[in-house]
């Protein structure tokens, strides 16, 4: 059995290119033959994993991630987290050391993973809008290389106050709610920011969560307040957390409207705007993941 690994140069603050060798070791125990390539862009990275014809194995943070989703289908995956945060590394147990990532993708299993589907677009652990959201693609990268998940929260605290209001209608299963909201979460992973938001859920047990922080539409200095502290709640406590102004929905199809200009943030990348539909993709694909 071979393995074809890819790699951003740019990943793990550029340090990555130095545990080259190590890499190769360890994959050697598990892979016949092991080819290295370095790719050029996100575009080159989709297609060398569409056209391969062994198992993938690739390196990066979330937007690496999800990028290689894009092109997974049918495909056995090994994944290193080498970004700022990794969401979908701690969503699935999965080591932030390299040489114990590569021990779970040498000694691991495979599983056969949800994912969420956008359109024609796949994303692996959230879809989300309103407070705070932009932050993950547009803190500068320079900034993140300083500062790591620091430089994300300085990013938010100077740009997304006060928050944004926004009505939304959901359909969820049958079910229809309208409300005005602040932020908005779609999640299929335990994990949003580095934090344990969703810490119950799993990628395998066949349903999507939704979270949603109510607000009204003018709010007054106390409903910011409020706003804040539910903020707060939700990324310390999780989203399952019983206050008035925090809804909690489960489902596998969600269509949501809102405003036109309101932009969704698909795994860490800068997604649609307005309208969105978001159904459950079922085992769409195969990861190696720690056995326990």
Known sequence: MDCLFLYNPNSGKGKLEKKLPLIRKKLSKKYASVEI????????????????????????????????????????????????????????????????????????????LDCMKT?????????????????TYRTPQAQKK?????????????NGLPLRVFPVKIFCDGREISENAVLILV????????????????????????????????????????????LGAVFLFGVRIKKRDILFLQGKQI???????LVWDLDGEEGPRGNISISLAEKRFKLYVPNE
């Open 37 to 112: 390539v370095k790719t050029e862009s996100v575009d080159d990275l989709k297609e060398r994993v569409k056209n391969a014809a062994c198992d993938v194995v690739f390196a990066g943070g979330d937007g690496t991630f999800h990028a290689v989703l894009q092109a997974a289908e049918g495909k056995t995956l090994g994944y290193l987290p080498a970004g700022t945060v990794n969401d979908v590394a701690r969503s699935l147990r999965i080591p932030r050391n390299i040489g114990r990532a590569l021990d779970v993708i040498v000694k691991g299993r495979a599983a056969e």
């Open 119 to 135: 359109g024609e677009s796949y994303s692996a652990y959230v879809a989300a809008a309103g407070a705070f959201t932009e932050t």
């Open 146 to 158: 300083l500062l790591g998940p620091l430089a994300y929260g300085l990013h938010g605290l100077l």
């Open 187 to 230: 999640l299929n992973g335990r994990s949003v920011a580095g934090f344990p938001v969703n810490r119950d859920a799993s990628m395998r047990d066949g349903k999507l969560e939704i979270a949603l922080i109510r607000q009204v539409r003018r709010p007054n200095l106390l409903k910011r307040a409020g706003a804040l502290f539910s």
């Open 255 to 261: 269509a949501i409207e809102t405003e036109e200009n």
